[in-house]
Nanobody, 121 residues
Framework: VQLQASGGGLVQAGDSLRLSCVASGHTFSSYIMGWFRQPPGKEREHVADISWSGGNQYYAASVKGRFTISRDNAKNTVFLQMNSLKPEDTAVYYC???????????????WGQGTQVTVSS
């Protein structure tokens, strides 16, 4: 299973970004997909995850109402739409996949390489 994340960049506070993660090597619709992030000098943390069909989404309190996770099973892609970005959203963002998934990174077997998001004030 390979995951390729993209879409990061340098933006200003209040801007939006859309991250994408393309999966290959497995039946995408059989995997729960998650987004995690690691701010500078901090531990990696859960951002959002989405169920196999996309019908259920779960968010960290810090991003709820600003970020939206979605997936396109026909394109083997999961997205993270990030609106109203704040400087504290600055982090390396990772996508992850697992048949079971959840909010803990320990539940995920496969990880992408990460994409940097930097939000300036």
């Amino acid at each position: 299973v390979q995951l390729q994340a993209s879409g990061g960049g340098l933006v200003q506070a209040g801007d939006s970004l859309r991250l994408s993660c393309v999966a290959s090597g497995h039946t995408f619709s059989s995997y729960i997909m998650g987004w995690f992030r690691q701010p500078p000098g901090k531990e990696r943390e859960h951002v959002a995850d989405i169920s196999w069909s996309g019908g259920n989404q779960y968010y960290a309190a810090s991003v709820k109402g600003r970020f939206t996770i979605s997936r396109d099973n026909a394109k083997n892609t999961v997205f993270l739409q990030m609106n109203s970005l704040k400087p504290e959203d600055t982090a390396v963002y990772y996508c992850a996949a697992d048949p079971s998934g959840g909010s803990s990174q320990s539940y995920y077997r496969y990880w992408g390489q990460g994409t940097q998001v930097t939000v300036s004030s």
